[in-house]
């Protein structure tokens, strides 16, 4: 196996409980090797791998969403990529607890092919429990119950089904 390049290797697909992953030390004069679990210790599933999935929307107009566990921080996703038709959204956020907003930042944006015609794809609302300004303190009340539910308003003018795909990262 010398000289083997990582990306010639076959995946492994068994279990990988105490399997070792090899690490060098900060000045590389030394080689080590680590359990997983040591290495992954605290950690969930998520931290290591994003979760991701998908709606199909319908024509017409669409209210998707997801929902996290509460008490984390994220990174989230929505990408609805078509001919003529573009809806993005990220953000980065934070709850505690699920009546209290989520305290972060959001963008959502949505393709316009032109001033004559509506998009194919139309991001019409974004999650609303998403508080925070840049420098801020932010003491906004939230009158909901699920600030882990993220909703989305879709509308979908392509006249066949679409599909938009969401994900998400754990990051705390």
């Not at 944006?109 to 998403?130: F, H, K």
């Given at each position: 196996m010398a000289n083997t390049k990582i990306s010639a290797l076959p995946t492994f697909t068994g279990d990988t409980t105490g399997a070792y992953l090899v690490m060098d030390n900060s000045s590389l004069t030394e080689t080590f090797k680590v359990p997983k679990e040591t290495l992954f210790s605290g950690y969930t599933t998520n931290v290591v791998s994003p979760v991701s999935g998908s709606w199909t929307l319908s024509a017409g107009t669409n209210t998707v969403s997801f929902t996290v566990t509460a008490g984390e921080s994220y990174v989230m996703w929505v990408n609805g990529n078509i001919p003529n038709g573009i809806v993005n959204w990220n953000a980065t956020v934070t709850l505690s607890n699920t009546n209290v907003p989520a305290i972060g930042v959001q963008?959502?944006?949505?393709?316009?092919?032109?001033?004559?015609?509506?998009?194919?794809?139309?991001?019409?609302?974004?999650?609303?429990?998403?508080?925070?300004t840049a420098g801020g303190i932010s003491t906004t009340i939230y009158m909901g119950s699920t600030s882990n539910v993220f909703t989305f308003g879709i509308t979908n003018n392509s006249g066949a089904a679409q599909i938009v795909y969401y994900g998400y990262t754990k990051v705390s």
């Open positions: 963008y959502g944006w949505w393709y316009d092919p032109s001033p004559s015609t509506t998009g194919t794809l139309v991001l019409t609302a974004i999650p609303n429990q998403i508080v925070g």
